[in-house]
């Protein structure tokens, strides 16, 4: 083989996802607290969980802006004068208020349903090309029924790093 049919052969090489994702894959029940997701989350440094129902099956995901997006919402509140009167009187007249509102919810209500697959075999250019295409930071590898991996925006910088680098 000459040294250009060797170039083209590798050429021809590609990267897959089954070669640069993330396992095992971290995950939670949909019937548990938010909370414990978003705990779970800081505790791995990671910024996304798959979600399963009761029966172990894959059913979602659940990110960091899920989460966000629940608190922003779950605390937007309007004040009314009133309110408004009795914070400043209780803060002592001050601009900052703690209003103390604990909500919470399971995975459930807070979780995507749109699980996103791709086989381990996959290219990891149209991985990326899908999470670009969906806006999204993550993709499960899934073999068979079973989900076996996650490549996110993280592996793939792994893998231009690796392509790219010395």
Same mark, same amino acid.
């Given at each position: 083989?000459?040294?250009?049919?060797?170039?083209?052969?590798?050429?021809?090489?590609?990267?897959?996802?089954? =070669?640069?994702?993330?396992?095992?894959?971290?995950?939670?029940?949909?019937?548990?607290?938010?909370? =414990?997701?978003?705990?779970?989350? =800081?505790?791995?440094?990671?910024?996304?969980?798959?979600?399963?129902?009761a029966?172990g099956?894959?059913?979602?995901?659940?990110?960091?802006?899920?989460?966000?997006?629940?608190?922003?919402?779950?605390?937007?509140m309007?004040?009314?004068?009133?309110d408004?009167?009795?914070?400043?009187?209780?803060?002592?007249?001050?601009?900052?208020?703690?209003?103390?509102?604990?909500?919470?919810?399971?995975?459930?209500?807070?979780?995507?349903?749109?699980?996103?697959?791709?086989?381990?075999?996959?290219?990891?250019?149209?991985?990326?090309?899908?999470?670009?295409?969906?806006?999204?930071?993550?993709?499960?590898?899934? =073999?068979?029924?079973?989900?076996?991996?996650?490549?996110?925006?993280l592996?793939?910088?792994?893998?231009?790093r690796?392509?790219?680098?010395?």
């Amino acid at each position: 083989m000459t040294e250009t049919e060797e170039e083209e052969e590798e050429s021809d090489e590609q990267w897959t996802a089954g =070669e640069f994702m993330t396992k095992p894959v971290a995950g939670i029940r949909q019937d548990q607290l938010y909370t =414990e997701a978003a705990r779970l989350m =800081e505790a791995k440094h990671i910024s996304g969980l798959l979600v399963w129902d009761a029966q172990g099956t894959p059913c979602g995901v659940i990110t960091t802006f899920d989460i966000l997006r629940f608190e922003a919402k779950s605390h937007f509140m309007i004040l009314s004068e009133a309110d408004i009167k009795r914070l400043k009187k209780e803060s002592g007249g001050g601009g900052v208020y703690t209003l103390n509102r604990t909500v919470d919810a399971p995975v459930a209500k807070l979780m995507t349903s749109a699980l996103v697959t791709v086989p381990p075999e996959e290219p990891l250019w149209k991985v990326a090309r899908r999470m670009d295409d969906r806006k999204i930071h993550r993709v499960f590898v899934q =073999e068979g029924e079973k989900i076996v991996g996650v490549v996110t925006t993280l592996d793939l910088a792994r893998a231009f790093r690796k392509f790219c680098g010395p």
